[in-house]
């Protein structure tokens, strides 16, 4: 599985990779056909943000290794730095 990982980082520059972080917070919305999944990570202020086609078990607490890429969005005129994650494991 890591040369996935690798992979992925090296041919996807602005990917990035990290591994063994605590989950204080998950979400899970449905919107139209898929359940729309926001992740908040201990010690970090961003959200990260993925899709799932059905409602997945609740990760709070959990241990993740996560790969994403920085996204900026804009709400009401205002930009707002989230994560969209590529992968997301249990560590």
């Not at 591994?19 to 992740?39: A, F, L, P, Y």
């Not at 899709?51 to 707002?80: C, D, M, S, W």
Request: charged share 30%; aromatic share 8%; hydrophobic share 35%.
């Amino acid at each position: 599985m890591p040369s996935d990982v690798k992979k992925l980082l090296k041919k996807h520059q602005k990917l990035v990779q990290t591994d063994g972080v605590k989950v204080i917070s998950h979400v899970q919305k449905e919107k139209d056909e898929w359940v729309e999944n926001t992740v908040m990570i201990e010690g970090v202020d961003v959200p990260f943000k993925y899709k799932r086609q059905k409602l997945y078990r609740n990760l709070t607490g959990a241990r993740v290794n996560l790969t994403y890429y920085p996204e900026e969005i804009t709400v009401a005129g205002i930009p707002f730095e989230v994560m969209k994650v590529v992968r997301i494991k249990v560590s």
